[in-house]
């Protein structure tokens, strides 16, 4: 770290793509992206762009985001990856997605499978149970 400040103008941009994230805004989201805003830009709690879409549940920003290269075996500074707040919030459609796209059910702390297990998930364990 060099020690100067981060612009405010460069703050106030990442603000507004995590806003667009955690709202499921797909077309302006992959805007931004496709014009250079890192796919796996994270937040000071360390969660993604990937994670704020699962975690929100939106499927379509999902998609969009893996296309663009998003990694999906990142975890936040709790050790939660996407697959895990996907299936935290029940969002069968984005677990789909992002186990098509290759996530490990068994990645972080909590995995994905250990939530579905503590909160008695039994749709999202399927899920996660066909993709073995």
Same mark, same amino acid.
């Given at each position: !770290?060099?020690?100067?400040?981060?612009? +405010?103008?460069?703050?106030?941009?990442?603000?507004?793509?995590?806003?667009?994230?955690?709202? #499921?805004?797909?077309?302006?989201?992959?805007?931004?992206?496709?014009?250079?805003?890192?796919? @796996?830009?994270? @937040?000071?709690?360390?969660?993604?762009?990937?994670?704020?879409?699962?975690?929100?549940?939106?499927?379509?920003?999902?998609?969009?985001?893996?296309?663009?290269?998003?990694?999906?075996?990142?975890? @936040?500074?709790?050790?939660?990856?996407?697959?895990?707040?996907?299936?935290?919030?029940?969002?069968?459609?984005?677990?789909?997605?992002?186990?098509?796209? #290759?996530?490990? +059910?068994?990645?972080?702390? +909590?995995?994905?499978?250990?939530?579905?297990?503590?909160?008695?998930?039994?749709? !999202?364990?399927?899920?996660?149970?066909?993709?073995?």
């Amino acid at each position: !770290m060099s020690g100067e400040p981060i612009d +405010p103008g460069v703050i106030e941009l990442a603000g507004l793509v995590f806003d667009l994230a955690r709202g #499921g805004s797909t077309e302006e989201l992959t805007a931004y992206v496709d014009a250079g805003v890192p796919v @796996n830009l994270t @937040n000071d709690k360390g969660d993604t762009l990937l994670i704020l879409a699962a975690y929100h549940g939106h499927p379509v920003a999902v998609g969009a985001l893996l296309e663009r290269g998003a990694d999906h075996s990142r975890v @936040n500074d709790r050790g939660q990856t996407a697959l895990a707040a996907a299936v935290f919030r029940q969002s069968a459609d984005t677990v789909t997605r992002l186990l098509a796209a #290759g996530a490990d +059910p068994d990645a972080g702390g +909590p995995s994905a499978r250990a939530t579905a297990t503590f909160f008695e998930l039994a749709e !999202m364990t399927g899920l996660l149970d066909a993709h073995r």
